[in-house]
């Protein structure tokens, strides 16, 4: 312990000597392992963390499963799955809502959701005030009671005896029972939660629009539990065979089951990149503490030749290198921590799971420690290991050169080679993002998105879903919206283009042979709207004709589709003389009707987006001839759309003054939502690159400089004999190009990877682009060249008698 003790203070003194090599050492570790703790935090919290409920490895999704495919289940499922399954202590079943709320001015819509008795403790999410929802609270006629999050309770005041009082939902009154702790529920869209209760027309098999968590009874594994229920769904199988046949389910952790595949695969690429930062701020350290070895030859010979051995002067400079590292850590910390807060604010909403929670805890900063540690035996033990090789005799010569081991240039050149190879993969990943972000801006999205607003109308579900009603009712709403000044068309729709039209359908073509499976039909995008639609979005019609206010219940049923339903379905046959047929969809009933018979009348362009990109057959047919309760209004304006808003919903509220307008957005908001995620991850992406290229550069222009002032005597030499400043200058730039084009070669490799592992997070792209391997290899040369030329510059400016006589 003394010596170890007298070691490190011999180190603090020593890097005090040198204070602007040490600052520099460490703010490129600090950047090193900045970023990676800032990115492991995130996939830690993502994909790693245990949930943040009790026992979370008890909580399961139970899916309903067609195929390959998971789905949400029905209302029957869900019932006989309670009742005939013994692996869950409890089976939760849950969607979401909308609901309007009664405020000081004017409604008010919150997200919400609809949750059977016993979901939150079940979860075990803790409450700040009240209780969970009680057995008898599922059952209709109990069920006015009401669950707020604690950021709701607080946006309506923090009133601390809000709960047993009365608050107007939709209307009608409510009893607030709970406030849920601060927390994960914040975080969720669904600030406002009700009691889900099954009326006796819901209970059915074959209208899938729940999802279900369960937990599992002590000592049953996920084997046990899928097991037990393809028992259950093999017997509702049986029973229903109509709805059922082909239906199973599938039993997964709970952990992160909403978050797709692609952007997992997204934060595991990403965490790979600052890795590839780390490595190459690792080379560069290894690369200065080579040069500092160098420079202090002699002092070591001169400990070497007082009796210290190689392996005391071995572990002194790798101590030398651990405490740069640990310094290192200790700032990147700090940087990781101010990055975390960058990487929050512009991270798009919903990006994550709301069970992540993004802060430093115990087992980031256990990585942050392992990757000091790995970074400090990285770049220490090769310069270590050279430095304490050294000859004392030849090191004390007099007026001895030192600096001139072939081995310490070969290592040198070594690693700016393998700068290159790492910078060249990042800066791959890089421009296949950017490439990708390019060609989805130039994506033909099928719509006009300009002077276009979107907005949803909550309806509550106690209003009237008499077919003539609702027709009534949403004829006066868009006679009103379109009186407005400024207002040239209005349109309803089911959903939203972007998005998509709002349900999703099985079908069959009249006149082709019937499945004898009904769960091997194929499905559609399937939803509707008002004549309108196409003008107010600008869809253009490529064969056939449109809706018109003649489209209406005692008409022939029509419909219209997609190019790419055409071409998927529809290839060998005329479109406009085919029928499809669907089973109803019933305004305010959670069953599916009688199959009906849809004419198809038109095809319309394709409207594309991120998530749809690669085609999606879509069918639309009249809104007046199934009028959807709660639906979507589009309004395209002469005008800036969102200027518009607040006339709009004085227009919506001279017809239902009862009715919030749900999510204002104009299409170009809409369009920039889509896009989010990408631009986020390309954002990273960039920033990562730029960081990898300055270091590989500085790594270069450092090999070079370290290079030119160990040969001073062979330049000067050369230039007495004759050589001219372009040949001194040529011949520094062709040894840095040398290394930079053998790095490239060695990247070409890892480039090809990145490309493979990122294919499936990128549109219409490669495993490898040559557009942008080129690109890529074109600006890292271009660096490399810049990076030489400074150095080598300065040595052709060499007075050749001066440098010999200082020789």
Request: proline share 6%; aromatic share 8%.
């Amino acid at each position: 312990m003394p010596s170890l003790l007298r070691n490190l203070r011999h180190t603090v003194r020593l890097l005090w000597k040198s204070p602007g090599l040490t600052i520099t050492i460490l703010l490129t570790l600090a950047l090193g392992i900045g970023v990676n703790t800032a990115i492991f935090t995130v996939d830690y919290a993502t994909l790693l963390a245990p949930l943040p409920y009790p026992h979370p490895e008890q909580l399961v999704v139970v899916w309903s499963k067609i195929k390959t495919y998971h789905n949400g289940i029905s209302a029957g499922d869900y019932t006989d799955w309670n009742n005939q399954s013994r692996s869950f202590s409890t089976l939760s079943a849950f969607t979401g809502g909308s609901f309007n709320i009664a405020t000081k001015d004017v409604p008010e819509n919150i997200d919400g959701m609809q949750v059977t008795p016993g979901y939150y403790n079940m979860l075990g999410n803790p409450f700040f005030l009240g209780r969970d929802f009680l057995p008898e609270e599922g059952k209709e006629g109990k069920d006015h009671v009401v669950i707020l999050t604690h950021k709701l309770w607080s946006h309506l005041g923090s009133d601390s005896s809000l709960v047993g009082k009365t608050m107007h939902v939709n209307t009608e009154p409510y009893t607030v029972v709970g406030i849920l702790a601060p927390g994960v529920a914040d975080r969720n869209d669904a600030q406002l939660i009700v009691p889900l209760v099954f009326k006796p027309e819901q209970l059915n098999h074959d209208f899938h629009w729940l999802l279900s968590i369960g937990r599992l009874k002590p000592g049953v594994t996920l084997k046990q539990a899928q097991a037990d229920m393809d028992s259950v769904t093999s017997h509702i199988a049986e029973a229903y065979p109509k709805s059922n046949k082909g239906w199973g389910s599938f039993v997964e952790p709970l952990k992160n089951d909403f978050l797709p595949s692609e952007r997992k695969q997204t934060l595991w690429i990403l965490l790979g990149a600052v890795g590839f930062v780390l490595l190459i701020a690792c080379v560069n350290v290894a690369n200065l503490l080579l040069a500092r070895g160098m420079s202090r030859q002699k002092e070591l010979a001169v400990r070497s030749a007082l009796g210290a051995s190689r392996k005391m002067l071995f572990e002194q400079l790798l101590l030398e290198s651990l405490l740069l590292a640990a310094v290192g850590g200790i700032l990147g910390i700090g940087v990781g921590w101010a990055m975390l807060q960058a990487l929050v604010a512009i991270m798009p909403q919903n990006t994550l799971p709301t069970e992540a929670d993004l802060h430093l805890n115990l087992p980031v900063l256990f990585f942050t420690l392992a990757a000091t540690t790995l970074a400090g035996v990285l770049f220490g033990s090769a310069p270590a290991w050279y430095a304490s090789r050294i000859d004392p005799g030849e090191a004390l010569k007099e007026g001895g050169r030192t600096g001139t081991s072939v081995g310490h240039h070969r290592l040198r050149q070594m690693l700016v080679i393998g700068e290159f190879a790492l910078a060249l993969s990042l800066l791959t990943g890089a421009g296949l993002a950017i490439h990708s972000f390019v060609k989805l801006l130039d994506v033909d999205l099928g719509i006009r998105p300009d002077h276009a607003l979107t907005f949803y109308l909550p309806v509550p579900e106690t209003r009237s879903k008499d077919p003539q009603r609702v027709v009534t009712y949403y004829r006066q709403i868009l006679a009103s919206i379109h009186s407005v000044p400024g207002v040239t068309s209005v349109s309803a729709e089911t959903g939203t283009p972007l998005y998509g039209p709002g349900f999703g359908m099985p079908f069959t073509i009249v006149g082709k042979p019937a499945f004898n499976d009904p769960s091997m039909r194929p499905n559609t995008g399937y939803g509707m709207v008002t004549p309108d639609y196409f003008q107010t979005f600008g869809i253009a019609l490529t064969r056939g004709r449109s809706f018109t206010d003649q489209d209406a219940a005692s008409s022939v049923k029509v419909a219209v589709v997609n190019e790419d339903f055409a071409k998927k379905y529809l290839k060998d046959t005329d479109p406009l003389s085919t029928r499809i047929s669907v089973e109803e969809l019933i305004p305010g009933v959670t069953k599916l009707g009688a199959p009906q018979e849809w004419q198809i009348i038109g095809i319309y362009h394709n409207v594309h987006s991120r998530e749809r990109a690669e085609g999606n057959p879509e069918m639309l047919i009249p809104f007046w001839q199934i009028p959807w309760p709660a639906s979507a209004i589009g309004v395209r304006t002469t005008t800036d759309p969102a200027a518009m808003v607040h006339s709009i919903a004085e227009a919506v509220h001279r017809v239902d003054p009862d009715i919030a307008l749900a999510e204002p957005r104009t299409m170009e908001e809409i369009h920039d939502r889509v896009l989010s995620n990408d631009r986020f991850t390309l954002i990273l992406f960039v920033v990562f690159a730029v960081v990898a290229l300055l270091l590989a550069s500085i790594g270069v222009y450092g090999v070079i400089s370290f290079s030119i002032a160990q040969r001073t005597h062979e330049i000067a030499l050369r230039m007495a004999l004759g050589a001219s400043r372009r040949n001194v200058v040529g011949l520094i730039v062709r040894e840095g190009m040398a290394l930079a084009a053998i790095g490239l070669s060695v990247g070409a490799v890892g480039a090809y990877f990145v490309g493979w592992g990122m294919q499936k997070t990128l549109y219409g792209m490669g495993k490898i682009d040559l557009s942008v391997f080129l690109s890529v290899a074109l600006l890292l040369l271009v660096s490399a060249l810049l990076a030489c030329m400074i150095p080598a510059r300065r040595a052709a400016s060499v007075q050749p008698m001066q440098a010999l006589r200082a020789e």
